[in-house]
Each structure stands twice: as C-alpha cells, then as structure tokens.
C-alpha cells in the first residue's frame, strides 16, 4: 500500500490543523493505519493509532483529548484532527499502515508502510 500525506502548515498556539493520509495499492481497511511525528534530535515518535475498521483507537497520553485520529475506508483516507496545538507539537508528521492489530502498536520498526511526511509547526 502506497501513502500520502497532506494538510501540515502553520498555525498559531491554540488553534487546529487536520491532516490527512490516501492510501492506495490495496484494500485499505484491511491495515491499522497510525500517525507518528520527528522532531530534529528526537526519535520518530508515536502519535495516535487506529483499527482498520475505525472503532479502536490509541493516543500516546500528550496528544489525548486533543488529537482525534479516524478514517473513511470508502475514501481510503485516514485523518488526524489536531486541535488545541502547542508549539511542542511542531513536527514532521507522518502516517504509516500495517497489518492486524496487536500490543505494540506504537512501535515504528512494526509499521512497513509509510508516507512522506507533512510539516506542522506552532508558533508560540
């Protein structure tokens, strides 16, 4: 399955951005899809996670009650809705995909496909 990612821009402290992923090359709600971000100097971290049906979902505890990740299979489209932003959110962002569901959902080595990433960035 191939990605794309769009929506990444500037934004103001407090103010909201939605990003989106396309996948193509498969059938799409067969693959948990994810968003991570990189910041220069840091590892890739993990954002937030979600089943290939859309009812389950995962959020590492600093974007919770802020990001909202869900996905339009008819559309092969996964989005992450990011409001209340904070310029410690300023990030490359990028979606990945990959088969079934397990515990380590939030590791990156265990996500094969990946999408170019978008550049979000808060200003203070």
């Known amino acids: 399955v191939q990605l794309q990612a769009y929506g990444g821009g500037l934004v103001q402290a407090g103010g909201s951005l939605r990003l989106s992923c396309v996948a193509s090359?498969?059938?799409?709600?067969?693959?948990?899809a994810a968003w991570f971000r990189h910041t220069p100097g840091k590892e890739r971290e993990f954002v937030a996670v979600?089943?290939?049906?859309?009812?389950?979902?995962n959020y590492d505890n600093r974007v919770k009650g802020r990001f909202t990740i869900s996905r339009d299979n008819d559309k092969n489209t996964v989005y992450l809705q990011m409001n209340s932003l904070e310029p410690e959110d300023t990030a490359d962002y990028y979606c990945?995909?990959?088969?079934?569901?397990?515990?380590?959902?939030?590791?990156?080595?265990?996500?094969?496909?990946w999408g170019q990433g978008t550049l979000v960035t808060v200003s203070s």
């Open positions: 990945a995909a990959r088969g079934g569901w397990s515990q380590d959902i939030w590791t990156m080595s265990k996500y094969p496909y």
């Open positions: 090359g498969d059938t799409f709600s067969s693959y948990t």
């Open positions: 979600v089943s290939g049906g859309g009812s389950t979902t």
